[in-house]
Each structure stands twice: as C-alpha cells, then as structure tokens.
C-alpha cells in the first residue's frame, strides 16, 4: 500500500477490473468512456457518477487520449499510485500488443484480411454501447434546460461548423461559469441518489475526499523522476544510435506530438501524417490510411496509429541494426513517448482537482464542460457510426458550415446488420458487454467466410 493513500478496494480486485476494461475499449474515446460508465460507475458502483464526471472534465482539458487518463485518474482513486500505473498501462497494453502483432503481419505479409474481418464485427458492437453512453451520461449529467442547451451547442459547433475542441471547451466553462453566478440552480450539483437494494452506495461517494494531499515537494518529486523516466529511453537510444539516426528523431517527434494531441487524436493526426509521410517518408500515404483503420479496429487509444507509423518508419531505416528489432524498438520508444506524459499530467494535478471539487467557480465551470462532454460524445458517437456504416465520408463546405456526409451508395448492409443486433443486445436484452463484442466478432468473422463484404 503507498504511504501515502489507503487502498479503496484490494488491488488485485482492481487489476482484474481494469485488465477487463482494457480487453473492451473499442471505438475510441466515446466507447472507452462508456466502458468505464457502465462498469466502474453502474456496475462496480466503486465511484459515484458526479466524481467520474469531475475527473472526465479535467481529463477533457489535458493534452493526449482523455479515456486513458481517466483510467489513470480513477485508478489513483481507488489505489494510489499503484492504481493509476497498473489502470493507465492496462489501457493500453492490449492494444499496443494487438498493434505490434498486426504491425509486423502488415510488413510481411502486407495484408491483415483475417483480423480486419473480426474487428469490423466489433466496430458495430462499438456503435451501440456508445449509444447507451450519450443515453446514459445525459439522464444523469444534463439537470435542467441550460445544460442541454450547452451540451447541444457543443454538439452543433463540433458537427457542422468544425469549432476546434479546445475552444468548444473553453466556452462550456465559461457559460458554466456564468451561469453559476448568475443563475446558480442551473448548476447545483445533487448529492448521489439515495442507494436502494439494487444501486448500493458508491465506494468513492461524490463528497469524500481522496487522502493523499498535495505539497510542493510531492509535486516536484513526481516532476523529476517523470522527466528522467520519459527522457532516459530517448537518450539511451541516441547513444546506441546516434543523435540523427530514425529511432532518435522518432523518439523526439512524438515527444512533442504528445504535448499538443488537445481534442483526441483526430486533432494531431493530419499533422503526424503530413510529417511522416511528406518530410521523414517513413511511410507512404497508403500506408498511413491503413494504419488508422488497424488503430481504429483495435482496443486501446487511436493515437496508438503512432507505433504503426513508426514500426514502418523504423523498419525502413534500421540504421546499422536489423529491421525487426528496430521496428520493434521504434514502435515501443514511440508508445513510450506518447503516454509516459499522460501519466504525468495525472499525478501531478489530480490531488490539487480533487481539492477544488468543492470550489463554487470551478465546479460551475466544470459543470458546464460535464455538460459539453455529453456534446462531445454524441459528436464522436456519430462520427464512429457513419464510418462503421459508410465507407466513404466526404466534407462539404458551405460557408461557416462544414458537414461531413456519407455518400449513400458505399452504405454497408453487414455492418447495419450487425449494429441493429447489438442495439437489441443493448437496450433490449441489456446483455454483459464482453459477450455482446463476442457475439459481434463472431458475426464479423461469420461473414468474411461467407464472402459478405465486411470492410
């Protein structure tokens, strides 16, 4: 147990939580999220829903994958430091290793039709748990007419005019923070509801306060040694390398990719791309689509599409080393790089967000970005179902309106198919999660061997 917090929950019953977790984040960060809704905050009830939406909101304003940092977050909650490693690393770690694997089957083989078929099984199961995501985290997180009308502009803004996220979320706290001075019943903040036999309290209630307290010393502590732990591998590699070889610019591109990914990984990627393929050629255009498509089809962050890109990238300029092992080598720096800081930020600043919880301005000013996220999720929920059940999206321009639309004749019977059976295993039959994604692979696969188009 850290010296410094109690554990909530034993760690070991945690572990195997999140571990599961980390097997069922498809879609994103609006099916991450919903994963962890439905089983941390339903489910487990280990946290009450306004303290998940507290940590959600300030996940929303750090740079990187805000659903990892949320399982970080919340892990800290329950178990300290440990905690937030062991949740922050399982996130990730299937979908690294999933990543790698078809990484290499792309290199050698060039073709990943087999696997491609089951994950396109899952993207619809995807479609339909983040439907009951927006369901859910609206009935509970919109209190009133002024909070739906923000999560509504959110949405509108996000959809048809391409507002960037940051600014998105700048206004909702702005109007929160309006709106709780000025009309302070439009943000009130209820207490958890009343437990019954069925909904037992939460283990981490919405008014406790986690017991390990901020100091500068604690912060400078945390600084230093998250430095030295995300630097030591890219100056190790320089060394071995030498400081202009592929591994050693990789190393230093994506530490700085990871400083800016504001408004998830779409937000960085066209950058990535354009730099990748235009100025370093670590990969063709080609490549770099379908390397988002094996990202978009595996579990985990989509911002993971950089260890592909560098795989390729290394494997193509090993240098005086042998193309796997430096493939295999950028890949693992490049994951390194990009989630070492999210860490960081959760560390550093999540003792100082849980003592400002009770803070009116910033809890007004919060409740408006809670209610924005519901935006934001719908945002994504509709962008994730027009490229499950389309395969060609095209932007349109018109004037200040920029609408992204599905050209009807690439509609996908199989995926349609597929997401209105897991709507009912959803909503109808209010089936586990694990099975519902068992199910939908098992139809993905069924139908790649009877020939159906799938992808």
Request: aromatic letters at 10%.
């Amino acid at each position: 147990m850290d010296t410094e917090t109690r554990d909530v929950i034993p760690l070991r019953t945690a572990t195997k939580a999140w571990f599961l977790i980390s097997l069922q984040t498809f879609g994103g960060p609006a099916g991450q999220i919903a994963v962890m809704q439905r089983t941390l905050v339903e489910e487990k009830r280990w946290i009450g829903q306004q303290r998940f939406l507290h940590a959600l909101n300030y996940c929303m304003l750090l740079p990187g994958p805000e659903a990892q940092q949320l399982a970080t977050y919340v892990g800290w909650l329950l178990n300290g430091r440990r905690g937030a490693l062991i949740a922050g690393s399982l996130f990730v770690l299937p979908g690294m290793l999933a990543l790698l694997a078809l990484s290499a089957i792309y290199v050698a083989f060039g073709d990943t039709t087999a696997v491609t078929a089951v994950f396109a099984g899952l993207a619809p199961a995807v479609v339909a748990i983040v439907a009951q995501a927006v369901v859910r985290v609206g009935r509970r997180a919109l209190r009133g007419r002024a909070l739906v009308a923000v999560a509504a502009g959110a949405f509108v803004a996000l959809v048809l005019f391409g507002v960037p996220f940051p600014a998105v979320i700048a206004a909702a706290a702005a109007i929160g923070w309006a709106l709780g001075r000025f009309a302070p019943g439009a943000v009130a903040t209820p207490a958890d509801k009343r437990p019954t036999d069925d909904e037992p309290a939460p283990l981490i209630s919405d008014d406790a306060l986690h017991d390990e307290p901020p100091s500068a010393r604690r912060s400078l502590t945390v600084l230093a040694v998250g430095l030295l732990v995300w630097a030591a591998p890219i100056l190790a590699v320089a060394v071995l390398t030498g400081a202009g070889s592929t591994l050693t610019t990789q190393g230093w591109f994506f530490s700085g990719t990871a400083l800016v990914t504001f408004g998830g990984a779409y937000a960085v990627l066209a950058f990535v791309a354009q730099r990748a393929v235009e100025v370093y050629g670590w990969l063709s255009a080609g490549d770099m689509v379908r390397g988002l498509a094996l990202a978009e089809s595996t579990p985990g962050p989509l911002i993971m599409v950089v260890q592909f890109v560098a795989f390729l990238g290394a494997y193509a300029n090993p240098g005086g080393l042998d193309p796997w092992v430096a493939g295999v080598l950028g890949a693992l720096l490049t994951t390194w790089v990009t989630f070492v800081p999210c860490f960081l930020f959760i560390l550093l600043g999540a003792p100082y967000v849980e003592r400002l919880r009770h803070n009116k301005v910033l809890s007004a000013a919060l409740t408006g970005i809670t209610a924005a996220v519901v935006g934001v999720i719908a945002n994504l929920a509709l962008y994730f179902a027009l490229h499950t059940l389309f395969s060609t999206i095209r932007t349109h321009d018109l004037g200040p309106l920029h609408l992204a639309l599905p050209v009807l004749t690439d509609f996908r019977p199989v995926a349609a198919a597929i997401t209105a059976i897991a709507l009912v295993l959803v909503f109808a039959l209010r089936w586990p999660m694990l099975r519902i994604l068992a199910v939908c692979a098992g139809l993905g696969a069924a139908a790649a061997l009877l020939g159906l188009p799938v992808a």
